[in-house]
């Protein structure tokens, strides 16, 4: 969805004018609309007469972009695995079926671990989970993956979002909508904003923590030496990157 307004983006200078861009794309507000009825990464599903309970990530055509066939192909089932293990699903297979698309089929330990891609509430915090290895075909780290499921487990994260190729800012708005609540984040010093915001991401998922959850989640990423970066925190409703306003929730799903 953002590739078609590259261009665009790339003239433009002012971040509120691409948000705009964002926000009266109907195909962009159907699918918050789908996440606002069901706020998760996979699609859950129950099998074996609800003795197991399933995961089911598709990702984005693994058409070649800037990339060679092949290196689509990894980058879409690196995308299917990061939005399955945000649910919470333990990893078991990936398959291509004939119409090329890549699914990736986890399944859950429990059903109390399905987690929700959606913020749960202001205040929280926002972190950057994992960052994806640019030398290899931006694939993302198994363990990172593991341990963010384990840690799921543990009962340690509230909300859990794959970056997906359409940048950080597709992903905050996502998670925001299903709740109504907002974001107050702050830049990376080490690139400018308009890429960090609606560039290809290096992180792999955005995770939520509420303040009893907090210690326990970074001193467990920091024992398994798993990168976490701390981006800002949940807000009640408006949009904010350091002192830059980008309007309210609302103005992004309204009908």
Do not use: W
Request: hydrophobic share 35%.
């Amino acid at each position: 969805m953002i590739e078609k307004y590259r261009r665009q983006i790339q003239e433009l200078d002012d971040l509120v004018e691409i948000s705009n861009l964002l926000m009266e794309d109907k195909l962009f507000r159907k699918n918050l609309a789908k996440y606002i009825d069901s706020p998760y990464d996979s699609e859950i599903e129950k099998a074996g007469k609800g003795a197991f309970t399933l995961g089911i990530s598709k990702a984005e055509d693994a058409a070649p972009d800037n990339h060679d066939p092949e290196t689509a192909i990894v980058t879409a089932t690196n995308e299917a695995l990061v939005r399955l293990s945000c649910t919470g699903a333990r990893y078991l297979t990936v398959s291509t079926p004939d119409n090329g698309r890549i699914h990736a089929l986890g399944q859950f330990k429990s059903e109390d671990y399905i987690t929700s891609l959606a913020f749960a509430k202001k205040g929280d915090t926002i972190y950057l989970l994992g960052e994806t290895d640019e030398e290899n075909d931006c694939q993302a780290d198994p363990k990172v993956l593991d341990t963010l499921v384990k840690s799921i487990e543990k009962g340690l994260v509230s909300s859990a979002h794959a970056i997906s190729r359409n940048g950080l800012f597709v992903s905050l708005i996502e998670s925001c909508a299903p709740n109504k609540l907002g974001f107050d984040i702050t830049g990376d010093a080490e690139i400018e904003d308009k890429e960090f915001l609606f560039g290809r991401s290096r992180y792999m998922a955005l995770i939520t923590v509420t303040e009893k959850q907090e210690n326990g989640l970074v001193d467990y990423l920091f024992n398994y030496n798993i990168p976490i970066t701390l981006l800002g925190h949940v807000t009640k409703g408006e949009l904010r990157l350091d002192e830059l306003s980008f309007g309210y929730i609302n103005d992004f799903i309204r009908e």
